[in-house]
Structure formats: structure tokens, C-alpha cells
């Protein structure tokens, strides 16, 4: 089991969120573990002071380094790996979260105000980590964002069925459009081979319907996996099928027009295969 502690001055936001939907099933299930601990607990005056003016002034009033100090000691143990939650950090992404899966016990450190005592980041953080290029007021939503997101790569957490693994970016591609019932819903039909119970046809279709998807949304991406694919293909000695961009423009211009339009590729172009 996946033990996480999350050192906050707001237990109750880490508390609350993590008792519903995926998160609450994985706790219940034991196969993930959050507790939440506050500073506040190791303070000694009478008011609880978590926090203190920052030395050669400045805006707003930093986290005090003895209460994290005492926090993190409790929880940390041997195999513990201490993240702080920062906008300075490297920017969480899917392969971040599977990485973080794969820790027995993470710590993460919630900053207030205008954050904590850096002496606190030189002697126990083993990371920096940010949820984006913006600033939040506080590390909670960074925590649950991360907890959230590594909890669905942990086995068992998805229901049966589901893997993360097919999730956007696992593959470097973002996900096919999907349908439900009813098959046709103002005026737009399923396509068709969804419909046809062919499952390695439909298997097929679907990856070349997300490196479509991807090519219209994430051109980024598109272009980093399109380049892996062309290398696979360079090194193959018997070539059965045409280059894997030739491949995909084909597919595209066999997509009848009304499939194009309910996968919300009407707009994509022969000259956006020109990567
Ligand atoms: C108001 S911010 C402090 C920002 C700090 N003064 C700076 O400019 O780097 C308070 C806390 O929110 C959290 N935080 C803010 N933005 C974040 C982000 N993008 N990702 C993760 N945590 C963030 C951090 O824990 C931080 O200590």
C-alpha cells in the first residue's frame, strides 16, 4: 500500500477530498493510505503561531521552520520521499504521477502564505513540485492534484476495464473521443465501426483516431510521437504498411465527412500532416 502524509496548516481540505469517488475507493480498498498532519500541533504559544514576519522584510509572512521541522520528523522514515509543493518545482506531469505511484511512502509539504523557510527545503525536501506557472495560496489543491493523478497508476485503484494506461498522455497521445448511448444524439451518428464488434478493428481505429485527435489539439506532442514512429519505421528491414505519417494522413482523408465532424476533426487539414 501507497502510504502519503500531507503536512497542512488544512487538514480538512486533504481529509475531505479524499473520501470521495476514485480516491475514496482506494482508501477503502487499503490500497492507498492519506493522512493529513498539521504544523500547528508542535507549537508552544498560546496562539498556535505557524508563521512570522521574513527577515530583511518583504510582503506577507513565512511558514516558521521549527513546527515543519518537528511536522515532518514524525512522519519521515527511511524510505520516505519529502516533496514540497511550489510553483518554483518541475511541472507535474503523467509520467511524474506513475513515477510517484511506484514510492512505498510520500510526504508532501503544503506552503502558505508566501511559503516556507528555504532551511526547511535544504535539509528534508527530496523534491520540488508544481502543478503549473501560476501561483496558488496555498500546496493543498497541488497535493490532491498529485495524489489523485498517481492514484489511477496504482493496481486495482480503476475499475475493471479501466487503465490509466489508455488515459491521454500514457502513450504520449491524448485519448479518442467517446460515445455512450444513445447511437445517434442531435443528429450525430456513432461511427459506425464502434458499432461492428470487431475488437482488434476497433482497437486499431481508436490509436489512429487519438494520434488525430492529438495532431488537431497537441501539435507538441504530435510531432514527439510522430517522430518515435517514423524511427520505428526507418529501422524495420520489411516494410509492410506506408511511413507512419503517410499512414495516418490516409486514414484521415477515408474518414467519411460526418465521422470527421462528430470526432471533432471537420477543422483538421491535409497541410497539418505537413509536421
Ligand atoms: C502564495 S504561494 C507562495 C509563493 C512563493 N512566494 C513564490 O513566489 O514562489 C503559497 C504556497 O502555495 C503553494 N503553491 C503555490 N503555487 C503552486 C504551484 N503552482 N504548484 C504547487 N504548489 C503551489 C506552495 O506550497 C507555496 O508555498
Known amino acids: 500500500m501507497l502510504k502519503v502524509d500531507v503536512i497542512t496548516l488544512f487538514p480538512e481540505m486533504i481529509e475531505g477530498a479524499v473520501s470521495h469517488g476514485v480516491l475514496g475507493q482506494a482508501v477503502k480498498s487499503d490500497l492507498l493510505s492519506v493522512k493529513a498532519h498539521t504544523p500547528r500541533e508542535f507549537t508552544e504559544d498560546k496562539h498556535r503561531t505557524v508563521d512570522d514576519r521574513p527577515f530583511g ?9 521549527e513546527p515543519l521541522k518537528k511536522t515532518i520528523e514524525k512522519v519521515q522514515h527511511n524510505t520516505s520521499k519529502v516533496v514540497y509543493l511550489s510553483p518554483q518545482g518541475r511541472t507535474l506531469n503523467a509520467a511524474i504521477a506513475k513515477e510517484f505511484s511506484k514510492e512505498e511512502h510520500l510526504i508532501f509539504i503544503c506552503g502558505r502564505y508566501g511559503g516556507i523557510d528555504q532551511r526547511i ?37 480503476l475499475g475493471h476495464g479501466e487503465s490509466a494506461e489508455k488515459d491521454s498522455f500514457s502513450d504520449g497521445l491524448l485519448e479518442q473521443p467517446n460515445f455512450t448511448r444513445p447511437r445517434e444524439f442531435l443528429g450525430q451518428d456513432v461511427p459506425e465501426v464502434l458499432v461492428g464488434g470487431n475488437h482488434k478493428v476497433i482497437g486499431e481505429w481508436k490509436d489512429k483516431v487519438s494520434a488525430l485527435v492529438t495532431l488537431k489539439k497537441r501539435p507538441d506532442l504530435f510531432r514527439e510521437y510522430i517522430k518515435v514512429e517514423t524511427e520505428k519505421y526507418n529501422s524495420l528491414k520489411k516494410k509492410k504498411t506506408a511511413a507512419p505519417i503517410k499512414e495516418l494522413k490516409e486514414f484521415f482523408l477515408n474518414l467519411p465527412p460526418q465521422e470527421r465532424e462528430v470526432l471533432g476533426l471537420a477543422d483538421l487539414r491535409e497541410e497539418d500532416f505537413n509536421v
Open 57 to 65: 522584510g518583504g510582503d506577507g509572512m513565512i511558514m516558521l521552520a
Open 121 to 157: 527545503i535544504n535539509e528534508y525536501v527530496d523534491e520540488e513540485l508544481s502543478i503549473g506557472d501560476y501561483v496558488l495560496s496555498g500546496g493543498e489543491l497541488g497535493a490532491l492534484v498529485i495524489i489523485d493523478a498517481l492514484a489511477r497508476f496504482i493496481p486495482g485503484v
